[in-house]
Nanobody, 119 residues
């Protein structure tokens, strides 16, 4: 059974930092593209950052150099280091994985972790 389990969310003041982690099991992690999405109340889910199998990284424009995505294939884990957080960053953050091999290509989602930026 495939599982993506996020952790690291919480309440932080504006300007603060958080590091999200997503541990993946049930699939061969090095063969997956990974990403972080977020969804704020009343808004659509949007891509925050992605890191593909070969290591190429993509960030949403609103990240503005504040966030860093990374992966540790040995630990089957993807991270999102968030700094200089703003109230507009408040959202549920979801881990996403796209598996290329073996079998049918498929995508998977974690359950989400809440990030609240407020003073």
């Amino acid at each position: 059974q495939v599982q993506l389990v996020e952790s690291g969310g919480g309440l932080v003041q504006p300007g603060g930092s958080l590091k999200l982690s997503c541990v993946v099991s049930g699939i061969i992690f090095p063969f997956c593209d990974m990403g972080w999405y977020r969804q704020a109340p009343g808004k659509e889910r949007e891509l925050v950052a992605s890191i593909i199998r070969g290591g190429t990284i993509n960030y949403a424009d609103f990240v503005k150099g504040r966030f860093t995505i990374s992966r540790d294939n040995a630990k089957s884990t993807v991270y999102l280091q968030m700094s200089n957080l703003e109230p507009d960053d408040t959202a549920v953050y979801y881990c996403h994985g796209y598996k290329y091999w073996p079998g049918t290509p498929s995508d998977y989602w974690g359950q989400g972790t809440q990030v609240t930026v407020s003073s």
